[in-house]
């Protein structure tokens, strides 16, 4: 599996020559149309074999008590989740655009969050700033890529413990985001970005592993595929921005989102508070 840096070398070498280009871009297609094939093959004998063990166990229901059942359940099923994430990295280039009402569509992200954390002891608050320019973005993708750093930053508490995440949205110029967050928005094209942070004071990552995290199937948890950090990256990069993340053991972790947005008008700096 390449990995972005991978790919970057790639396009550097097709960049010198029509030639190059054009053999490197059928290698890349043919990649990911064999990718797309096995995965294909292998999620339907998968789908069988897991419709099997649903039915013997709705007709002996005894079948819940044997030793391993439980396990070997939850194998098929990991195998399931692996196979599905593997067909969205693989997908995760392919956009679907439409304009999206940027302000709107991350309120309701939030709400929508803030509900599902709200028996616990976790503190979500949103910081979204009225009148966000509208952005030519896949939106169930974009969504994807929310709800992924979301649940990760839910999950960087332990069971019980209190804590706060935090979602802010704005829009910062691309020449202040590349001295104020990272060189890699070098790469985007508008004078004008629509910034996004999700921030939580979990657990925090590792500094030896934080150079790991978008790598393809490097996971940390028992029951990850190594593959929503990687996708979202992908997602991110297929509208033309980049992702960020800083973080450190007991201080927390921020991912910092910039997608490209035309230049707008400067309006009210006051945010809204949800």
Known sequence: MYTSTDLDKLRQIMAKSPEHTDIFSRFLASQKEFLSVITHEIRNPLTLVYSSLQLIE?????????????????DVLYMMHLLTDLSDYNNSFKLHKSMLDTGTFLKQLALSF?????????????????????????????????????KNAFEAFPTGSAGFIRLDADTIHT?????????????????TCLRIRIQDNGCGIPQERLGNIFA???????????????ISKRIIEAHGGSIQVDSAPDAG???TILLPVSPVPASDDSCGIV
């Not at 030793?67 to 070997?72: I, K, L, N, S, V």
């Not at 966000?132 to 979301?150: F, R, S, Y």
């Not at 202040?176 to 790469?187: D, K, L, P, R, V």
């Not at 393809?216 to 990687?230: A, E, Q, R």
């Open 216 to 230: 393809p199937f490097v996971t940390y948890k028992s029951d990850g595929t190594g593959l929503g950090l990687p």
């Open 58 to 74: 709705a007709e002996h229901p005894e079948v819940r008590s044997f030793r391993r059942w439980d396990a070997m359940y939850q």
């Open 114 to 150: 803030a509900a599902s954390a709200e028996t616990s002891n976790i503190e979500f608050t949103s910081r979204i700033c009225p009148e966000l320019p509208p952005l030519q973005a896949d939106t169930t993708k974009l969504k994807e890529v929310l709800i992924n750093l979301l």
């Open 175 to 191: 020449a202040a985001a590349i001295t104020e967050i990272s060189s890699s928005a070098n790469n985007i094209s508008h004078d």
């Open 253 to 255: 972790t921020l991912f």
